[in-house]
C-alpha cells in the first residue's frame, strides 16, 4: 500500500505564543483507491498508518527537511 503525505505546522508566530511547534493538519492519498484522509494532529496520523496491519510506504513532500522530526519525535 502506498500514500502520499503532507503535514502543516503551526507557525513560528503560534510558536512564540504556545512554546512549541505542532502538527495542525495532516493529509493522506492513498495510491491503491485515491481514498484521502485528513486529521488534526499527528497522533492520528500514525495511529491511521499502523490501522492497516500491512507493510505501506508513506511518501512526503519534505520528509528529510521537516516532517520527519515530527514522526520521530
Known amino acids: 500500500m502506498i500514500f502520499y503525505c503532507d503535514f502543516e505546522t503551526t507557525s513560528e508566530e503560534q ?3 504556545e512554546g ?3 502538527v495542525y ?3 493522506a492519498l492513498n495510491n491503491e483507491n485515491d481514498n484521502v ?3 488534526v494532529d499527528i497522533d492520528s496520523f500514525i495511529k491511521y498508518l499502523i490501522s492497516f ?3 505501506c510506504t508513506a511518501y512526503f513532500h ?3 527537511g521537516f516532517d520527519g522530526h515530527f ?3
Open 37 to 39: 484522509k485528513y486529521g
Open 71 to 73: 514522526i520521530i519525535y
Open 62 to 64: 519534505n520528509l528529510s
Open 53 to 55: 496491519n500491512e507493510s
Open 25 to 27: 493538519l495532516w493529509c
Open 15 to 17: 510558536y512564540n505564543i
Open 20 to 22: 512549541l511547534t505542532r
